[in-house]
């Protein structure tokens, strides 16, 4: 598994962790739950080069690298909430480009960084799309994972500034506090384009059962 140590990262980059579930199929903080040697919240940031800034959105958590700990206002307002939290976070850093990610994920930062290939790419270097398409006339502005049976995981995006500012204007004066991501970005002018992902990294833990399959 690569290292969170490994490599430079994207210039511009910002990654945004969402940390803020309640577990409550797990029965306690699944991202303390240890999956070999390591928490999940740490293998969920494995692959992020060491020098990008990352915010995790949710309560303050034991971790071997340096990261910003932050919440939406009130806590508890659910994904979308903390997803406005975390733009916000990004647009104030000047980030360029902005992966998200779910804590609970342990490949999420490896399939961040292969949302971000898929944003930044030059046209003829582009994997194609679920649909089949190389690089289509105008580059995407986001990108969104599609797991292998085809279903969009919202939590797992790279985009630009520009969409981040757009995701927080449809988010309203309630900052999404009971929101859907998948209805935000369904109201976008133009829909983020589906990158699909191999079922290693979009695979989440929901259950100590799982947990157990993945040691």
């Known amino acids: 598994m ?59 958590r034991p971790l071997s690298r340096a990261v910003t700990f932050l919440r939406e206002d009130p806590p508890g307002g659910g994904p979308a909430a903390g997803l406005v939290a975390g733009l916000q976070w990004a647009l104030g850093r000047h980030a360029s480009v902005i992966a998200t990610l779910p804590g609970d994920a342990p490949a999420g930062g490896r399939a ?13 270097q582009r994997s194609p799309s679920v649909d089949g398409e190389r690089g289509a006339a105008t580059d995407p502005e986001a990108v969104v994972a599609v797991d292998a049976e085809g279903r969009e995981q919202v939590l797992q995006l790279a985009l630009r500034p520009n ?53």
């Open 2 to 60: 690569p290292s969170a140590e490994e490599g430079h990262g994207v210039d511009g980059l910002a990654v945004i962790v969402l940390a803020g579930g309640e577990s409550r199929r797990f029965g306690s903080d699944k991202l303390v739950a240890y999956l070999d040697t390591r928490t999940l919240l740490e293998h969920a940031l494995d692959g992020i080069p060491a020098d990008t800034p990352i915010a995790v959105v949710g309560p303050e």
């Open 112 to 124: 961040a960084l292969q949302l971000v290939r898929a944003l930044t790419a030059n046209p003829d």
């Open 163 to 215: 969409v981040a500012e757009a995701l927080i204007e449809l988010a309203g004066p309630g900052a999404g506090h009971g929101e859907s991501v998948r209805r935000l970005l369904h109201r976008l002018p133009r829909s983020p384009r589906q990158v699909e992902l191999s079922a290693d990294l979009t695979s989440d833990i929901d259950t100590t059962a799982q947990l157990r399959a993945r040691g």
